[in-house]
Structures are given as structure tokens and as C-alpha cells.
């Protein structure tokens, strides 16, 4: 439990001191948001304005969650190492599309199938080590499971390896883009954030008090390393919460996709390793309707070109919170 605080409290500290410094160096150096000619015309006035904050948030927690460990003297667990494995690899893609958008000052960085690429590439590893039989601990759990969950797994939905890859595949790619697609007003993805990740960390503490021992039923949670799990949960709504002192409105810095994607794949994760992949709809309901808000105007509009010639759209901009903007 001091693990946590730990985790939890040094992630704060760094992130609201480190994003200060980073709103700094970032500006001195040109590292300005490209502002999409479509959005709303008020977001012209953000040109400019500092990007890839997202390191800090990602420095903030792996900083944190070390230190943590090394203060109370505790080993990191394999599914902790996992997490952080996904949450670096999505940022480093994220890193990439904000560094082509601010070397080539373009709102669009990485090409859709050249981000998918990189996104898989991290979430198959991440799949495939989660799955496998060298990281069971000493009951024979593995980080991940091949069946099912809502708040425990579902004994009779258990999933051939190659179906679980690709749920695992479909899970980290879809709510990496989610946040991402999120991630367009000032303080909204950050702010989300923090209450998905708090309830992560709640979710993981009271799994450890029912964790199942020798004799998994279907009273307790068979999670391999609940408390660890929450040790990083901490870490990264800490590290929301002190750049979400910078990113409210009006934000004197974005969290870029370096920071989107990378809290993604961390909430992905979370999912995975918790064992509680349907409940990440609920969790993430706010990342789910601004999804769902794009696939409509998306398909209304090309329905609608084909039987009529003319286009037509549910809301006036997409994502939904565009649209409540323009109001």
C-alpha cells in the first residue's frame, strides 16, 4: 500500500514540476501544435502552442513506479513490466506522428497505416508476452488470460491463443485511437484520464484484498499481480493530474500523441491484465461515444453521398465534443 502513495505522489510531483520545464524547452524550440483547417475556427488561436507533453506523463510514471519499488524495496512484477512495456511502445509511436507534424509543420504526422503498423507491432509483443507460459507465476497464472471478462473471467468463453491475440490486437489498437481521437479539447482526455486510471487503481486494490490464492472460485479475482497493477495506476493519475494543471483550459500545453496513444495503451492494458476487458466500455464510456460519434458522421455521410449525391451529417463536426463546441 506505501507502494502506491509512493507511486502515486512522486508521479505528481514530477509531472507538475516537469511539464513547467517542458513548456519551456518546448516552446524554445518551435515545438508548436499544427491546428486542423477543418475544426473549429476557435482552435486557430492554439497555433502554436507547446506539444508532446506526453513525455512528461510518461517519464512522470515510469520514474515513479521505479522509484516506488526501489523506496520500499520490491521487485516489479512481470505484469508491471508488461503495462509499462505498452505504454512506453504506444507513446514511442506517438512520439514519431508529432515529431514528422513539427519538423514538417502539418497537422498530419505518421501516415493511418504506417501509426496502425507500429501499433500492432506493440500490441502483438505485448499479446504474445502477456499469453505466455514463461511469465506464470508460482500458481500457474499468466499476466493475460485467454478467456473472457467482465468483472471475472467467464469460465466457459475461453478463446483459441490465436483469437485471444487478435482480441488483444483489437483491444489496444481500438482504445489507443479512442483516447487519441479524445485528445482535441483542452483538458478532456487528461481529465478523463485521471478518473478511468483512479478507478483502475480502486479496481486493483480491491481485487488484491479478494485475489484468489491456491483456489481460484468464482468469489475472488485470479489476477497475477493485482497490487503491482495498482502501483502504476497511481502513477498515471498522478502524472494526469499534474499536467492537467497546465492542460485545462486554456491549456498552455497539449499532451500530443506521444501522450494519447500511450495512455491508450496503458488503459488497454489495464483491461488485459486485470481481467476485465468488457467492463472497459463502461470504465471508458467517455473514449467509447467519442468513437462511436466518428464511425456514425462517418457512415451517415458516405451513405448518404451514394444514395443521393450530397452528403449529410448527424453532427456538425466530429468527434462528438466538436460538435458541442460549435453549439
Given at each position: 500500500?506505501?507502494?502506491?502513495?509512493?507511486?502515486?505522489?512522486?508521479?505528481?510531483?514530477?509531472?507538475?514540476?516537469?511539464?513547467?520545464?517542458?513548456?519551456?524547452?518546448?516552446?524554445?524550440?518551435?515545438?508548436?501544435?499544427?491546428?486542423?483547417?477543418?475544426?473549429?475556427?476557435?482552435?486557430?488561436?492554439?497555433?502554436?502552442?507547446p506539444t508532446m507533453g506526453g513525455v512528461v506523463i510518461i517519464m512522470a510514471t515510469v520514474l515513479a513506479y521505479f522509484g516506488a519499488k526501489l523506496i520500499t524495496l520490491s521487485a516489479p512484477t512481470a505484469s508491471a513490466l508488461l503495462l509499462l512495456f505498452l505504454f512506453v511502445g504506444m507513446g514511442l509511436v506517438g512520439f514519431l506522428?508529432?515529431?514528422?507534424?513539427?519538423?514538417?509543420?502539418?497537422?498530419?504526422?505518421?501516415?493511418?497505416?504506417?501509426?496502425?503498423?507500429?501499433?500492432?507491432?506493440?500490441?502483438?509483443?505485448?499479446?504474445?508476452?502477456?499469453?505466455?507460459?514463461?511469465?506464470?507465476?508460482?500458481?500457474?497464472?499468466?499476466?493475460?488470460?485467454?478467456?473472457?471478462?467482465?468483472?471475472?473471467?467467464?469460465?466457459?468463453?475461453?478463446?483459441?491463443?490465436?483469437?485471444?491475440?487478435?482480441l488483444i490486437w483489437l483491444i489496444v489498437t481500438a482504445t489507443?485511437?479512442?483516447?487519441?481521437?479524445?485528445?482535441?479539447?483542452?483538458?478532456?482526455?487528461?481529465?478523463?484520464?485521471?478518473?478511468?486510471?483512479?478507478?483502475?487503481?480502486?479496481?486493483?486494490?480491491?481485487?488484491?484484498?479478494?485475489?484468489?490464492?491456491?483456489?481460484?472460485?468464482?468469489?475472488?479475482?485470479?489476477?497475477?499481480?493485482?497490487?503491482?497493477?495498482?502501483?502504476?495506476?497511481?502513477?498515471?493519475?498522478?502524472?494526469?493530474?499534474?499536467?492537467?494543471?497546465?492542460n485545462a483550459a486554456p491549456a498552455a500545453i497539449f499532451m500530443g500523441d506521444t501522450g494519447s496513444l500511450a495512455l491508450g495503451g496503458a488503459l488497454a492494458g489495464f483491461a488485459i491484465l486485470t481481467r476485465t476487458e468488457l467492463l472497459l466500455v463502461i470504465l471508458g464510456g467517455i473514449f467509447v461515444l467519442e468513437t462511436v460519434s466518428v464511425m456514425m458522421q462517418v457512415t451517415w455521410f458516405k451513405t448518404t453521398k451514394r444514395l443521393t449525391g450530397t452528403g449529410r451529417r448527424i453532427f456538425r463536426i466530429a468527434p462528438i465534443h466538436h460538435h458541442f463546441e460549435m453549439l
Open positions: 500500500m506505501r507502494a502506491i502513495l509512493l507511486g502515486g505522489g512522486l508521479a505528481l510531483l514530477i509531472s507538475l514540476l516537469g511539464t513547467r520545464v517542458a513548456i519551456t524547452y518546448f516552446t524554445r524550440w518551435g515545438y508548436g501544435q499544427e491546428i486542423r483547417d477543418d475544426g473549429p475556427t476557435s482552435h486557430h488561436t492554439k497555433r502554436g502552442t506522428d508529432d515529431f514528422i507534424k513539427i519538423s514538417k509543420q502539418r497537422s498530419l504526422g505518421l501516415r493511418s497505416k504506417a501509426k496502425m503498423v507500429g501499433q500492432t507491432i506493440v500490441a502483438l509483443i505485448f499479446g504474445f508476452l502477456a499469453l505466455s507460459p514463461w511469465l506464470e507465476d508460482a500458481n500457474g497464472r499468466t499476466p493475460a488470460s485467454e478467456k473472457v471478462s467482465f468483472l471475472r473471467e467467464i469460465d466457459w468463453l475461453v478463446l483459441p491463443t490465436i483469437l485471444a491475440m487478435a489507443s485511437n479512442a483516447v487519441n481521437l479524445t485528445d482535441g479539447l483542452d483538458g478532456l482526455a487528461t481529465g478523463a484520464s485521471v478518473m478511468v486510471f483512479g478507478a483502475y487503481m480502486l479496481g486493483n486494490i480491491w481485487q488484491n484484498n479478494q485475489f484468489c490464492q491456491e483456489d481460484p472460485s468464482g468469489q475472488c479475482y485470479n489476477v497475477r499481480d493485482p497490487l503491482d497493477l495498482a502501483v502504476i495506476a497511481a502513477a498515471i493519475t498522478g502524472a494526469c493530474f499534474g499536467f492537467l494543471w497546465w
